[in-house]
T-cell receptor, first 114, second 112 residues
Framework: DAGVIQSPRHEVTEMGQEVTLRCKPI?????LFWYRQTMMRGLELLIY????????DSGMPEDRFSAKMPNASFSTLKIQPSEPRDSAVYFC????????????FGPGTRLTVL | QQQVKQSPQSLIVQKGGISIINCAYE??????FPWYQQFPGKGPALLIA?????SEKKEGRFTISFNKSAKQFSLHIMDSQPGDSATYFC???????????FGKGTTLSVSS
């Protein structure tokens, strides 16, 4: 089985540009999570969806960040405009709540904003 | 209340030794406590997990000890190996379908 797929794996962009990160969860999973990892703040939740519906977006830093899940097999995290402080590794994770607690993480997208 | 406090930040252990990482929490509504292992350039992966109705869970060389009254739990790695060198995160959540709250992580180095 394919795990959680994220693209791109690396993204380098300039301040002010729009950045879109993509995630394909494990087939059959109904919960999807976006996390951000930095040295200073560790792993922090940005937003999560259950059955494609956003449940908690309190971790989204500000209006520059938005996330969508148009269907069960795809989600995007968009940053517009990007700033250097957004540089981090962004992880997507999925799980099947009701049957298992395990969250499966993707390989992450390393974002660098110059 | 939502925090999970993890210590130490880094740990160096000799091959064959015991690695111990500790976590503490405040929210008594937490009902699931996993440990995740992360290698450089990879996403975190579940290592072992425990629920508060059990005081200890062992899987191979990895053991979680859980103290509900003290609101603390710890990961013990017996016979530590160089391949165990990684970053370890404790986490907690309140109910199924909610996000994990992670500790800040412990970087473990096992010297040969």
């Amino acid at each position: 089985d394919a795990g959680v797929i994220q693209s791109p794996r690396h993204e380098v962009t300039e301040m002010g540009q729009e950045v879109t990160l993509r995630c394909k969860p494990i087939s059959g999973h109904n919960s999807l999570f976006w996390y951000r990892q930095t040295m200073m703040r560790g792993l922090e939740l940005l937003i999560y969806f259950n059955n494609n519906v956003p449940i908690d977006d309190s971790g989204m830093p500000e209006d520059r960040f938005s996330a969508k899940m148009p269907n069960a097999s795809f989600s995007t995290l968009k940053i517009q405009p990007s700033e250097p402080r957004d540089s981090a590794v962004y992880f997507c994770a999925s799980s099947y709540y009701g049957a298992s607690d395990t969250q499966y993480f993707g390989p992450g997208t390393r974002l660098t904003v110059l | 209340q939502q925090q999970v406090k993890q210590s130490p930040q880094s740990l160096i252990v000799q091959k064959g030794g015991i690695s111990i990482i500790n976590c503490a929490y405040e929210n008594t509504a937490f009902d699931y406590f996993p440990w995740y292992q992360q290698f450089p350039g990879k996403g975190p992966a579940l290592l072992i997990a425990i629920r508060p109705d059990v005081s200890e869970k062992k899987e191979g060389r990895f053991t979680i000890s859980f103290n509900k009254s003290a609101k603390q739990f710890s990961l013990h790695i017996m016979d530590s190996q160089p391949g165990d060198s990684a970053t370890y995160f404790c986490a907690a959540r309140t109910q199924a379908g909610t996000a994990l709250i992670f500790g800040k992580g412990t970087t473990l180095s096992v010297s040969s």
